[in-house]
Nanobody, 118 residues
Framework: QVQLVESGGAVVQAGGSLRLSCEVS????????LAWYRQTPRNEREYVAS???????HYEEAVKGRFTISRDSARNMVYLHLRDLRPEDTGVYYC????????????WGQGTQVTVSA
């Protein structure tokens, strides 16, 4: 069974940067499509970015050009690099399988909190 442990969240000022990490066990990051999601104070959980088995990256429109997803197959880790952070990026960030609808995913990590102050 997959296990996901997110880390790297912090309180940062607008315009700042962070790198979020996701330690994955139970599956191989190289051969699975994985994504980052976030739970914001305003909305339910939402998709942020994904990377598939052939390294195709996809981003939600609001983060395009500011966030970068990557993976380290040797460490079996997935990362999300956040730049030019905005207050609306505040939320709890989770990694998981890429799914058309996040509601079908049953296993989640604890997430990591990102707070962006104005």
């Amino acid at each position: 069974q997959v296990q996901l442990v997110e880390s790297g969240g912090a309180v940062v000022q607008a315009g700042g940067s962070l790198r979020l990490s996701c330690e994955v066990s139970g599956i191989t990051v190289q051969t699975n499509a994985l994504a980052w999601y976030r739970q914001t104070p305003r909305n339910e959980r939402e998709y942020v970015a994904s990377i598939n088995a052939v390294s195709y990256e996809h981003y939600e429109e609001a983060v395009k050009g500011r966030f970068t997803i990557s993976r380290d197959s040797a460490r079996n880790m997935v990362y999300l690099h956040l730049r030019d952070l905005r207050p609306e990026d505040t939320g709890v960030y989770y990694c998981n399988y890429l799914a058309y609808d996040w509601k079908i995913l049953t296993t989640w990590g604890q997430g990591t909190q990102v707070t962006v102050s104005a």
